[in-house]
């Protein structure tokens, strides 16, 4: 049994999610249009900023309002970088900033988890009902879509198929009363993308095959290839240089995958214009006036104008 899941319910104009921790001066009203009232506060990296009129909300909640002139600073600098409708409805589900921000900045798994369909059988985040620790699982998904009352979150209906872990749910296909799929009683689950994932890695869990070793990201397992040293001339690098080095790789590495080169794309001017471009460049710069060992990620665009 599959019932239908509705995907209406997106929001209108520029969604933002925000890279670094920020300090904001927040305005509300009694009468449109009319500030009464404004409060500092602090915003999580990881937050979503949905804009609209004259103002940002954070995660959408009209009760916490941003004016557009403070979020096109952050953007100038790269504080803030664009998602799309269909990016802010798996975000908006999961339940915390920091793990929004881990989701967004891993490898590929907002494209992944955007093209998970029904039948992909996939490693999710269980508890153990007994101690309350947290374990890596297989499931195949049944369902993907907007299943919360308001239609603006998605999620993952899926089914435990690790028999060692048959139990550890907390459905039988059913969510909010709606039946969704069936299943054996707590052998369901309905889990924000954090909690779905294409390797075990993302979810910074291991995964242990029955009787075999655990699965781990970039494993590659050939016993007829004898492993040979590497050839090393000059002198040895630091190993905070080559941690720092492989750490900016990898981080210039996701960003190329999230948008290759000849990506075409809109951005904003410094005076508040959108214009198409394509993206050239991808990897890392120091902030203007900053210490220059502190760098920030940065896209290369040139402008059709």
């Given at each position: 049994?599959?019932?239908?899941?509705?995907?209406?319910?997106?929001?209108?104009?520029d969604?933002?999610?925000?890279l670094?921790?920020?300090?904001?001066?927040t305005?509300?009203?009694?009468?449109?249009?009319?500030?009464?009232?404004?409060?500092?506060?602090?915003?999580?990296?990881?937050?979503?900023?949905?804009?609209?009129?004259?103002?940002?909300?954070?995660?959408?909640?009209?009760?916490?309002?941003?004016?557009?002139?403070?979020?096109?600073?952050?953007?100038?600098?790269?504080?803030?970088?664009?998602?799309?409708?269909?990016?802010?409805?798996?975000l908006?589900?999961?339940?915390?900033?920091?793990?929004?921000?881990?989701?967004?900045?891993?490898?590929?798994?907002?494209?992944?988890?955007?093209?998970?369909?029904?039948?992909?059988?996939?490693?999710?985040?269980?508890?153990?009902?007994?101690?309350?620790?947290?374990?890596?699982?297989?499931?195949?998904?049944?369902?993907?879509?907007?299943?919360?009352?308001?239609?603006?979150e998605?999620?993952?209906?899926?089914?435990?198929?690790?028999?060692?872990?048959?139990?550890?749910?907390t459905?039988?296909?059913?969510?909010?009363?709606?039946?969704?799929?069936?299943?054996?009683?707590?052998?369901?689950?309905?889990?924000s993308?954090?909690?779905?994932?294409?390797?075990?890695?993302?979810?910074?869990?291991e995964?242990?095959?029955?009787?075999?070793?655990?699965?781990?990201?970039?494993?590659?397992?050939?016993?007829?290839?004898?492993?040979?040293?590497?050839?090393?001339s000059?002198?040895?690098?630091?190993?905070?240089?080559?941690?720092?080095?492989?750490?900016?790789?990898?981080?210039?590495?996701v960003?190329?995958?999230?948008?290759?080169?000849?990506?075409?794309?809109?951005?904003?001017?410094?005076?508040?214009?959108?214009?198409?471009?394509?993206?050239?460049?991808?990897?890392?710069?120091?902030?203007?006036?900053?210490?220059?060992k502190?760098?920030?990620?940065?896209?290369?665009?040139?402008?059709d104008?």
């Open positions: 049994v599959t019932r239908d899941i509705n995907m209406s319910g997106l929001p209108e104009n969604i933002l999610i925000l670094r921790d920020k300090k904001a001066e305005v509300s009203w009694s009468i449109p249009g009319v500030y009464t009232k404004k409060s500092e506060i602090e915003i999580s990296k990881g937050e979503v900023l949905v804009q609209k009129g004259k103002v940002f909300y954070v995660n959408g909640n009209e009760s916490v309002a941003i004016e557009c002139h403070t979020v096109i600073l952050w953007e100038k600098v790269a504080h803030v970088a664009p998602i799309s409708s269909l990016q802010y409805k798996l908006k589900a999961i339940p915390t900033a920091k793990a929004r921000f881990s989701v967004f900045i891993t490898d590929d798994w907002m494209d992944w988890g955007a093209d998970v369909k029904n039948g992909d059988e996939v490693y999710i985040r269980v508890t153990k009902t007994k101690d309350g620790e947290e374990c890596c699982s297989t499931a195949v998904v049944r369902c993907v879509g907007a299943m919360t009352e308001d239609q603006s998605t999620l993952f209906g899926v089914e435990i198929i690790d028999s060692r872990h048959h139990g550890y749910g459905s039988d296909g059913t969510f909010n009363k709606v039946r969704y799929f069936s299943c054996p009683d707590n052998n369901g689950l309905f889990l993308l954090a909690s779905v994932a294409k390797k075990p890695d993302w979810l910074k869990l995964y242990r095959p029955k009787g075999g070793i655990p699965v781990t990201e970039g494993m590659k397992m050939d016993h007829n290839i004898t492993p040979t040293p590497a050839k090393r000059g002198k040895e690098p630091s190993q905070a240089s080559v941690s720092t080095n492989m750490e900016a790789n990898t981080r210039a590495n960003m190329t995958n999230r948008y290759p080169h000849g990506t075409r794309v809109i951005v904003r001017t410094r005076d508040g214009r959108k214009v198409n471009g394509t993206i050239k460049w991808a990897g890392e710069l120091p902030l203007e006036g900053e210490d220059p502190k760098k920030i990620p940065v896209y290369g665009v040139e402008t104008v």
